[in-house]
């Protein structure tokens, strides 16, 4: 019997890649030029996402970045620079640009992402052991998204802190 490879696509794949272009597809211009006058990185994730973020949590998106990429960095400060250069007034001109590099494309996508899962890296259904890094889940933009609708996990329902006060008998 011959069994082509036939290529599937899974869940989590066709949610990654729904979610990314959501996010490119929402962007609107100009509401976010590039401004270095804060942290570098919270700028850039800011002119990315189009979105007010707290350095907090870009600080932890970047943070497992990094540990995902150890050369994340390096090339986070490119693609900032190449923004800069050449003036570069919202993500929209960006994405339009001719010479925008795959290279500084697919660190961007990287930023995007962990900003729309609320994680870095790439999973690997059923494997133990993946390079995955949890960034957030309530502060992701696909949360806030559905947030009215979709319950936060865990035994509270709706609600945050159900654990601080003593379940009424």
């Not at 889940?137 to 601080?164: C, D, H, M, V």
Request: proline content about 5%; charged content about 20%; overall charge positive.
């Amino acid at each position: 019997m011959n069994h082509a490879h036939i290529p599937t696509l899974s869940r989590r794949k066709f949610l990654f890649s729904s979610t990314v272009i959501t996010a490119y597809m929402m962007l609107s211009p100009s509401a976010f030029a590039l401004n270095i006058t804060e942290n570098r990185n919270v700028s850039l994730a800011k002119f990315l996402t189009n979105k007010p973020l707290d350095q907090a949590l870009v600080d932890r998106a970047f943070e497992a970045l990094i540990k995902v990429d150890p050369n994340f960095q390096k090339k986070a400060d490119a693609l900032c620079s190449y923004i800069k250069d050449q003036q570069f007034q919202s993500i929209e001109t960006l994405k339009k640009d001719a010479h925008f590099k795959k290279e500084h494309q697919t660190t961007a996508r990287s930023i995007i992402a962990v900003f729309y899962l609320g994680y870095a890296g790439t999973p690997i259904p059923q494997a133990a052991h993946d390079n995955v890094r949890f960034v957030t889940y309530t502060e992701i933009e696909t949360f806030k998204l559905t947030q009215k609708y979709t319950p936060i996990p865990g035994y509270s329902r709706w609600k945050t802190n159900y654990w601080a006060n003593l379940p009424t008998a």
